[in-house]
């Protein structure tokens, strides 16, 4: 379970000063998925970089099973997230001098996960493993950042707009994918999206506004990625 507790974050100082996240709290159970909604600048996209452990909160806890890993040094930061947490962003993050294969492989040695090319399967690259990203579409190269960050076999998987350089098949492809393999492995979901439709996959909603939470709604019926709007 991970306890994040009156979180706050501002950005500049002085009268340049803005606060992106004023005092949030809530949790995430295992195998829980939660979606992060909100305009541009509501800070949704802070909150996931606070409780991945990519940026440090000015004040307040983020714990993992008891552990604030806002109080951990850079060194141990950097060692919890290769051990416990995956990403997946709107940007990809590939290195251009790999292939397909071995920049999947990347995430699957972390985990020591011999099968990850199943996964290049499943996301539809399979007549692609020896591409390198030069080679591929945008969506293409999402879908590889996509299959990197799931053949780590994170604890959590953190999501940033996913699906935004995806067509609407392969978005829906690529979600029901990802809800499939979490229910087979338990990891939890935290994803931001502006896209209110996926939200209804979700079991937990959380509506940001201006650096705060203004309502958390739970999804008694989640639907499929093949039964919402697009």
């Not at 507790?5 to 949030?24: E, F, I, M, S, W």
Request: aromatic share 6%; charged share 25%.
């Amino acid at each position: 379970m991970i306890k994040i507790t009156d979180v706050k974050k501002t950005y500049g100082t002085g009268q340049n000063a803005t606060a992106a996240l004023k005092g949030v709290s809530f949790t995430v159970s295992g195998g829980e998925f939660i979606v992060l909604l909100g305009a541009s600048g509501s800070g949704k996209s802070t909150l996931l970089h606070v409780i991945s452990g990519l940026e440090q909160p000015d004040s307040g806890t983020v714990e993992y099973d008891n552990t604030n890993i806002a109080a951990l040094s850079e060194k141990d930061k950097t060692v919890f997230r290769k051990d416990k947490v995956g990403f997946i962003f709107q940007q990809y993050y590939l290195l251009p001098n790999l292939n397909v294969d071995k920049n999947v492989k990347m995430g699957a040695d972390l985990a020591g996960n011999h099968e990850y090319r199943n996964i290049i399967e499943a996301v539809g690259l399979g007549d692609k493993m020896k591409k390198y990203p030069s080679e591929l579409s945008g969506g293409e190269q999402q879908r590889v950042s996509i299959a990197r960050a799931l053949a780590k076999k994170p604890e959590v998987l953190f999501l940033d707009e996913p699906t935004g350089a995806l067509d609407e098949e392969t978005g829906r492809q690529i979600l029901d994918y990802i809800c499939k393999l979490q229910k087979e492995i338990g990891f939890s979901l935290v994803m931001v999206t502006h896209n209110t439709n996926i939200a209804e996959m979700a079991h937990t909603i959380i509506r940001m506004n201006s650096g705060r939470m203004i309502e958390t709604v739970q999804n008694t019926k989640q639907k499929s990625a093949y039964e919402i709007g697009w």
